[in-house]
């Protein structure tokens, strides 16, 4: 809190002594920074004011510094609108934020009302198309399970089951997935939902793989066991019977496809996982989105996931340097560890702040640049604007011995 209080006593103390010697571009925020979001808001508006905060030290951030305006939504839809009012009447330049959905949506129809150039963080669909100021910078669902396509099929995995649960997500998730699939030449072959509460998957998970499979995997393990029993007899006999002819080694049998998908959070993922290897399905990889990234799921099935790969926007193990220096930067100021929210904000004032040379103050200006921006490298990957929703790329995961850890090279 002490370390909040002399950020905020910093910023806005910056007008009457050190900015007042250049010219400053103010910046809006509109989070929930009170009621039954406040943590989220607390989190993305420390990621906003580490930004400001090296940006300001910068030469560039000398000749013209950035003063946060900092509005709180309460999450609620009215206050919403009405920051993005006073914000006008204060003559911000750029507002980012909000980052719940009904609040977005305020918020980005007042602002092109008032044609400021506004850069939401939420995960609502279809926001940008309120008009050509309003943007969005977030880390949607639907992105990451395209990501986890395109990955995965270069990888060559062309067939894929996809065990989901029977809710709206998990629905929605599996038709982006399936239709990814067919357009780079892929296909899911099988499709099982679970309930949501569930703890035994064993039917859904036989459904997935097929009588065919389970009759094979019998025959495999009786002839295993039959071939061990034969090797035991001999191993009792002086000299082995020359009649006696070996058992013919049999392949053992794979399901029909080369990785299961399931779009679930790590405590219903830890349930299914141990489950899937129970039922012989093991020799196939799991394709999990940022959910999966948790310590829950190694705890609960660490020893089942070494050919995981997960999908994220943020990983805070990378060693790339856009991650190492926004980390240790957070660490060290505010003291924990931070988090796919705190990263998008950070990234998000990032991408005004690196336009505010060029675009200079003009909302005009601002709005205009935001559609140049190409590959702006930051700790949540890198962002492109060639239109008003932004690309990016992912975080690529995996488990070694028992780890969460980057795969390598991506």
Request: charged letters at 25%.
């Amino acid at each position: 809190m002490i370390i909040r209080l002399l950020l905020i006593f910093a910023i806005f103390l910056m007008p009457f002594s050190t900015l007042n010697a250049a010219e400053t571009v103010s910046v809006g925020a509109i989070l929930p920074l009170s009621g039954k979001f406040a943590a989220f808001g607390n989190k993305a508006l420390q990621g906003a004011e580490l930004a400001i905060e090296k940006y300001n030290s910068t030469e560039a951030g000398k000749k013209r510094p950035v003063r946060l305006l900092i509005k709180d939504s309460q999450g609620l839809p009215k206050m919403a609108e009405r920051a993005v009012n006073e914000l006008n009447a204060d003559g911000v330049a750029v507002i980012i934020g909000p980052i719940l959905a009904t609040t977005a949506d305020a918020a980005a129809k007042k602002a092109q009302e008032l044609r400021i150039p506004i850069i939401t963080m939420t995960q609502k669909e279809g926001i940008t198309d309120i008009g050509g100021w309003v943007f969005r910078n977030c880390m949607a669902n639907a992105a990451q399970v395209k990501g986890l396509v395109d990955y995965v099929s270069r990888l060559g995995i062309k067939k894929v089951a996809v065990l989901y649960p029977d809710n709206q997500s998990g629905r929605e998730l599996t038709v982006i997935f399936a239709t990814e699939m067919a357009r780079l030449g892929g296909e899911v072959v099988a499709y099982k939902d679970y309930r949501e509460g569930q703890t035994d998957f064993g039917p859904e998970i036989k459904g997935l793989v097929g009588q065919e499979f389970l009759d094979k995997m019998k025959a495999y393990t009786e002839e295993r066991e039959r071939e061990f029993k034969e090797a035991e007899k001999s191993k009792a006999r002086p000299t082995p019977a020359p009649e006696t002819e070996s058992v013919q080694e049999m392949e053992r049998p794979r399901p029909d496809f080369d990785a299961v998908f399931i779009p679930d959070y790590a405590d219903r993922v830890g349930l299914i996982v141990p489950q899937l290897a129970f039922y012989d399905v093991r020799d196939v990889k799991l394709l999990g989105i940022s959910g999966w990234n948790s310590p829950k799921l190694i705890s609960m099935a660490g020893g089942f996931l070494r050919d995981a790969v997960i999908v994220d926007g943020f990983f805070s193990g990378s060693t790339r340097p856009q991650v190492t220096g926004f980390v240790g930067a957070y660490r060290k100021t505010f003291g924990e560890e931070p988090g796919i929210v705190e990263a998008l904000a950070y990234d998000t004032m990032g991408v005004v702040l690196s336009i505010i040379p060029e675009g200079g103050d003009s909302r005009e200006g601002i709005k205009n640049t935001i559609l140049k921006i190409r590959d702006y490298q930051g700790a949540s990957g890198n962002i492109t604007f060639s239109g008003s929703d932004a690309e990016r790329s992912f975080f690529y995961l995996t488990v070694n011995r028992g780890v969460i850890e980057e795969i390598p090279g991506h």
